[in-house]
């Protein structure tokens, strides 16, 4: 079975919004990282594939590449802010609910990058619903990043009660 070593997220409250939110250090300068989270087949070997108008206020369609979640429905994902190296603000569309709110800052370490992580969820949406997978994926970043082996998603599943 494959451990889990990365850093827990945290959840707080923003008014009447639960937030799950992680801080990672990836050992790559921010452009590399960047082009990780924003070029359509270096997201799609970690998290999934997009089409449409990439730019600050266009609309592009995500298709999920991860076996565990392929195969869906594309998602409407609305780009809210991009600062390209440093910031980008996200909204994806649900079929039922509220649009989920994603933010990611990048910032320059000595040892490479500090990704900040935030999801504002929707009223009624659990963070053992979103932590875990969450975790889970940017472990799967940082496998990407590195060159190493990507995370098992059964020891992540099992996180969700640490996420209550």
Request: glycine share 10%.
């Amino acid at each position: 079975m494959t451990s889990v070593d990365s850093p827990m997220g945290i959840v707080t409250r923003e008014g009447d919004r639960d937030v799950v939110a992680f801080r990672r250090d990836y050992p790559e300068p921010p452009e590399t990282v960047w082009a990780a989270l924003t070029e359509s087949d270096r997201l799609a070997r970690w998290f999934g594939s997009f089409t449409g108008d990439a730019r600050p206020g266009g609309t592009v369609q995500l298709v999920m590449t991860a076996p565990e979640d392929a195969g869906g429905p594309a998602s409407t994902v609305h780009i809210e802010e991009c600062e390209p190296h440093r910031r980008l603000r996200l909204r994806v569309e649900q079929d039922e609910g509220e649009p989920w709110v994603l933010s990611l800052a990048l910032a320059p370490s000595a040892d490479g990058t500090v990704l900040d992580f935030r999801q504002v969820l929707p009223p009624g949406f659990s963070p053992a619903d979103a932590g875990p997978g969450w975790h889970w994926y940017l472990d799967r970043l940082g496998a990407d990043l590195t060159g190493r082996t990507f995370p098992a998603w059964p020891a992540y599943e099992a996180l969700a009660g640490d996420y209550a």
